[in-house]
């Protein structure tokens, strides 16, 4: 159902790969949501106006309003490039954003860019507008932020900015893994094992250095040992948080840690961490994606 | 074009997940060679026998001739199951061998079997008929054999016996990251750096924990610093190589260490024991393959 016409100050952007997500944003906070599968990976250049068109226009009015996006669609192979600003920097600023030139007159439409680092090379795009809606959650804040997933990211923040960050294939890995190698024949269902996810773990971060030996072990259990699909998945999810949580040792000990993401996954490394020491506090994802869009339209106002 | 009728005493069969190999064999050695794309994993059970006479047809004659197999059509979602051999054992036993139900008569089906572990647990198929090839090829030989492959097999080998086993999926991972992960987008092509191969490796043995965190540098690198196709993917393959020689450590540290394989595949491990100060022999896989079904033909003729 399309929404009557509503009275909207900005409207927020949150453009992956693979999905479009769009709010009508007023003073008291969301007025609308409407999403679409119209990702970066899907569109070529011409198709990024329609798509957005296609969602957010039963909200537009006569006059301009302003729509601000972030992640993957500010990359070379995006919309419009948002060059990458490079750490140590404020997760977000008004001057990186990138006003995008557009045919329909009614929107002012600016994408925030994402962060480089040059040694070790890194980058991310879309996380950093979580990192900064963190902060403005929590301006006080200084110590780690984890932002597990696909790719996950380790910031180290210290006084409002990202000083160093570090990101880990662990989501991909996972998802190949069990879909797509010779593991996934013992991994068919989604069932869940907490005992195994904690040994997985426990094995991964007292003995990172063998993970290449215990990867095929899940398949061998499960042809001779009647090792559960639930209990396989799960080791395996262990196993490669364990050595993300290895090697991101020198970010989290002993720091602050604050985990941004999706509900499941972030329980998942509480209880890692946890298992290690360390308490951390979970933000989700949309709410700091929305704050630190917001505190870019903010910006937007106070210096047009 | 088909072989006129041809005098053998045997058939060698190597059937894998992929592919069907066979081999006619003589007194002299090889008479005769064929394969194709039947291999196990495309195969429901009734077409293993048709797939299998359509290579070997020319070659079978008026009397029943020896056909003697290994690999995965020896595996329970095979042509028929060949239970594994627990180690310590020789790789190769005549006791083993499984005589497969046939409807043509010209021909006696046996099949190898696998060797499994039950602490790690862990399985192979095929690679046991290759080591005992090169058992064959070298009786004297105590020290470490080591296969490299999709699932690359580390054995120690002590008095003509298996004494354990571990397996690694690197050459898996490699095609899952290089074929099917974002790295993908920064390894086009098929060029080789030896310099990235050798960085990569020394990053791994070195560090291995931190391997979670040295994958996407790959796509960083490629985005931020220019890093070139052909480096991006030597330098995964140390890395991966690495890795799962930091873990099998306690197999080749000391040790006299044989490598068989694929012949450019078996000269990367090689370079890669040798900056360890391992120098490796190898031998090719195939000559074992058809070494360790001659072993097998030979024990059948003397204890029908």
Chains 1, 2 share one sequence.
């Not at 970066?40 to 009015?61: H, K, N, S, V």
């Not at 989290?252 to 946890?274: D, F, S």
Request: proline share 5%; hydrophobic share 45%.
């Amino acid at each position: 159902m399309t929404p009557d016409r509503i009275a909207i100050d900005w409207i927020a952007v949150d453009w992956g790969t693979s999905n479009l997500r769009v709010w009508a944003m007023g003073a008291e906070g969301i007025l609308a949501h409407a999403s679409s599968d119209n990702g970066m990976g899907q569109l070529t250049r011409d198709q990024f106006e329609p798509a957005l068109l296609e969602l957010i226009a039963p909200w537009l009015g006569a006059g301009e309003t302003t729509v601000i996006a972030c992640g993957m669609v500010g990359s070379r192979q995006g919309w419009h490039e948002a060059p990458y600003r490079a750490v140590p920097c404020a997760p977000l600023d008004r001057s990186g954003l990138v006003r995008v030139p557009v045919q329909d007159a009614r929107i002012a439409m600016f994408i925030a860019p994402g962060l480089q680092q040059t040694r070790a090379a890194d980058v991310m795009r879309g996380e950093e507008t979580q990192i900064a809606g963190a902060l403005a959650l929590h301006p006080a804040f200084d110590g780690v932020m984890c932002l597990p997933g696909t790719h996950s990211k380790w910031a180290q923040i210290s006084a409002g900015e990202v000083v160093s960050f570090q990101t880990y294939m662990t989501g991909e890995l996972f998802a190949l893994l069990s879909q797509h190698s010779v593991l996934r024949h013992g991994m068919v269902g989604t069932g869940w094992d907490d005992a195994a996810f904690d040994a997985g773990l426990s094995d991964a971060l007292s003995r990172p250095d063998r993970i290449g030996a215990q990867l095929f072990t899940l398949r061998a259990e499960g042809l001779l040992a009647g090792l559960l699909p639930e209990s396989a998945r799960s080791r395996l999810s262990g196993l490669l948080i364990g050595v993300e949580l290895a090697a991101a040792k020198p970010y989290w000990l002993g720091q602050p840690v604050t985990l941004i993401g999706a509900e499941a996954l972030c329980a998942n490394y509480a209880r890692a961490l946890l298992a290690q020491g360390v308490t951390a506090r979970t933000l989700p994802a949309t709410e700091c994606t929305l704050a630190g869009l917001a505190s870019l339209a903010l910006q937007l106002e106070t210096t047009p």
